[in-house]
């Protein structure tokens, strides 16, 4: 088992910055990547990032590219999302989620993931 925690929310005004923190504990060694999604009112939960732990290896959505950075902390089982510019549309529950295993069709589809968070609320006012 994984637990994960997220923390690092709130509420901010368009162009200011937020870190994200997602902290891992429990089974953390056998973690193949760690990916963050968002989910806003009324629509699906989203892909916003990915850090790949055998390499460090980042992916991004492109609503978000340039804009955040995902990176992480081994030695304190964290991983972070560093968001920079954020725009109203960035509001949302932020969630991290861990995939055990690189065997699978789409790291973007939240179904693939065997471990989450309880989210984090990010709200930006424009």
């Known amino acids: 088992q994984v637990q994960l925690v997220e923390s690092g929310g709130g509420l901010v005004q368009a162009g200011s910055s937020l870190r994200l923190s997602c902290v891992a504990s429990?089974?953390?060694?056998?973690?193949?990547?760690v990916t963050w999604f968002r989910q806003a009112p009324g629509k699906e939960r989203e892909f916003v990032a990915t850090?790949?732990?055998?390499?460090?290896?980042?992916y991004y959505d492109d609503s978000v590219k340039g804009r955040f950075t995902a990176s992480r902390d081994s030695a304190k089982n964290t991983v972070y999302l560093q968001m920079d510019n954020l725009r109203p549309e960035d509001t949302a529950v932020y969630y991290c989620?861990?995939?055990?295993?690189?065997?699978?069709?789409?790291?973007?589809?939240?179904?693939?993931?065997?471990?989450w968070g309880q989210g984090t609320q990010v709200t930006v006012a424009s």
């Open positions: 429990g089974r953390t060694s056998r973690t193949y990547a």
């Open positions: 850090i790949r732990f055998s390499n460090d290896q980042t």
């Open positions: 989620a861990a995939l055990m295993s690189g065997h699978v069709q789409n790291y973007r589809q939240p179904g693939v993931y065997d471990y």
